[in-house]
DNA sequence: TCAATTATGTACTGAACAGTAAAGTAACAA
DNA sequence: TTGTTACTTTACTGTTCAGTACATAATTGA
């Protein structure tokens, strides 16, 4: 027997909370500041998503899931994938460029190594990123069996060089966004795969 | 008139607020917890620190005095500038290796665009990652003078490439300490000025 | 010895915080 | 229409936090 259903939407309200979290960070952002972005009250919130910690999981989760598509999405946007890499960094760039607030997922990685109960949400951020990391090298794999990549490459090392490169825009997006530097980054990066 | 004397060493004190703020955050470094590591009561820290926030920009200033020469060292440390950039890429890589703390700096880019008071301390860090880029923008500049860089070399370019690398180096420190990560990413990244 | 000054230790304050209890309310199924 | 379920609202709890008042101790200068 179906009781009262949910007035608001959990994913509308999920996005409001990504947002706060993005911008406050999870410390700082309080329950007052995601129920009033989210347009809830608080036993709604507790309700639908647990608790603090588990809905800044959740929200992890759910920004993690569309970064990485995005970055699958551009990789393969083009016919050559090394091209792809190139559009990829180049548009990951001017993603920074606009929201001025890089990367949840570096955002937070103050809170590993924190003994302070985050253990869930630490092995969480390695996990994640480990997937950014093996998304470029399957990327990378392929290109070397489609001839686009010399023989000699390490496409793991490939992997893990552009998967640093892509948290460091984001640590300079965040800090110092400065559209030059960031398209800087992204041009030179690309050279060691160029001719 | 000198009234009494301190108790304790304010450097050896403020090593252990750096650690702090290492480890922890800033918003998660109770004062207990610094005053504590300080082996310092809470009115000693108010009046040789000023505030937590000032502790903060005291610490993070100090921290970075540190990197920076650290940095300037290593770059000047080979008769080649080149190698020096990649004797300086490895040393960090390693340090990472060592600490898995990643950057004190990197850690703290989620206290920008807080709108909560964080104004000085945003600015500062903005100065800081900005300082960061100028000495390999020296670095690179004094290396294309003396005809180890080709001129066709933007050596602005490449300091805004390698500061990239070095945020992004500190993020994989800190949330997925990886030796080989770390130590492909410096191996990668050097590539673009290596014959 | 005494006054002036500065550090220290204890204990407190008010505010902000995450989480929840309890009562009211709205929508579903029978 | 009735019983049931589940959401919403309000107000509260206990805790943790940064910062401080106050008394005391240690130094220098007179």
Partial sequence: MAGRPREFDIDTALDRAIEVFFKKGYEKASLDDLTSAMNIKRPSLYKAFGNKETLFRTA????????LNQLRTLLS?????????EVALLAIANNHIETKLGCLIANSGN???????????????????????????????SAKEHGYLSQDEDERALAQYFNGVLQGMAV????????????NIAHQAIRIISD
Same sequence: chains 1, 2.
């Fill in 111 to 141: 809170m590993v190594h924190n003994d302070e109960g985050y253990d869930e949400i630490q092995e969480m951020l390695q996990k994640l990123i480990q997937n950014n990391e093996d998304t470029l090298y399957t990327h990378f794999e």
């Fill in 172 to 183: 300079i997006g965040r800090i110092n966004n400065s559209s030059e530097a960031l398209l």
């Fill in 60 to 67: 992890l989760e759910t920004y993690h899931d569309r970064d």
């Fill in 77 to 85: 946007s083009e016919a050559n994938p090394i091209k792809g890499v």
